[in-house]
Structures are given as structure tokens and as C-alpha cells.
């Protein structure tokens, strides 16, 4: 992998990720332009899918820091709920070595299942098989969210809420929440927290259009 630039977002360097030939997830093109990625005046991190002639190029940051056991908190600042049908945004964790399923733990905001079905996803170690995932639908017309995982041994919970409170004083912020606690925990090793907007299959989308979704933070509580 290719990694010529680091951006500073939420108080951690980050790597923004290079290649100019087609590598997963996708597989695709990924570019490190501040056309795709780019921190603006408000502190925010946007992420873009773009398009120079014919080819689509994805965004991918990787924090330079395995973190290990604990909160991550992704806070977006963009709607989510109809990204379209080749778009996936994806905030996770993954190990570049494949002990444990890369240690994948991972939030996806995905049309996997076509328009009518699911648009969200919470799963653990995708690349082994009968890995664990759940699945949920998330709304319209919430502009200000925030999606986290709670990392410990033996155990991973999940929850993603309206607003930007992620303990919310009200149950009906809460849209989802899972807590899985079977064999498919991964220890903690190299993993990085990651975050990335990409094409399904490297299939440009279906409307020609480019992609932007705003991250407005990232937030890291050990255990």
C-alpha cells in the first residue's frame, strides 16, 4: 500500500490511502487529493468519491495508532441513509496480517440488499465464515449522528443514535445497538481504527454522481 500523505483530524495523524492500480476494498482506485480527502476550517474530515474522466477514485484514512481495547466514536455530519446502491462508507478497525479476520470490526453504511432492504451494519471478522453481523435500518432526515463500538474481551457492543450525544437521555435517540459476545471477539494486536467511502465492486454509481460524507469527529476512550 501506498501512503505519501498524513492529515491531522479529533487529535491523531492519520495516513490517506494511495494506489493507482484497483486494490480492495472493491477492489479500487484510491486517491490521497485533498479532492478526496481533506480537513476543513471546522475541524471535519470529509471523505469523497471522485471522478476524473473515466475513472473513480475512493478515500481511505488509517490512524497511525493501534488503539487497542475500548469506545470509538465516529460522529457524522452527513445523511446516511440513502447512500447509493455501489456506495459503501465504512469505520472500523482492521489488521493488515490476517490472525483473527484482521481483526475487522466494522460499522457499514451499505445498499448491500438492494433499495428495500437493509441500509446499516454491524459485523465482526467478515472473512471468516459464519461470521456475525447485524443489521438495521437507519433513517431519514438525520443530518448530525453519532456510530461506536465498545471493544472488550470476550464482548463487542454496538450503537448508533440520532444527534450528537452518544449517551442520549432519551431511548427513542437510540436507532440501533447489538452486543455480541461469542467466539469471533478478536483479540487486540496491530490493528488501526480506519474510515473509508468506496465502490461496491469498483462499479461506478448508479447516478454518475460524485460522493461526499463530512466525519465530523472521532473519539477514542480505553478501557
Known sequence: M?????IQFSGYSWRVKRHTTRVGPGPNFFSDSECNVWVDARGRLHLKITRTGNRWECAEVICTRSLGYGTYRFYLESEVHNLDPNV???LFT???TPAYG???IDIEFARFQGPAGFNGYYTIRPHDPGHPQHTFWWPANVLQSV???RWEPGRIYFRSVRGFRPEPSSASAIVAEWTYTGNFVPPPGDENPRMNLWLLNGQPPTDG????V???RF???PL
Do not use: C, K, N
Not at 2 to 6: A, G, N, S, V
Open 214 to 216: 463530512i466525519i465530523s
Open 209 to 212: 454522481r460524485e460522493v461526499e
Open 219 to 221: 473519539e477514542f476512550v
Open 94 to 96: 482492521w489488521s493488515d
Open 147 to 149: 456510530h461506536l463500538f
Open 102 to 104: 484482521y481483526r475487522e
Open 2 to 6: 501506498q501512503y505519501t500523505r498524513t
Open 88 to 90: 459503501v462508507l465504512g
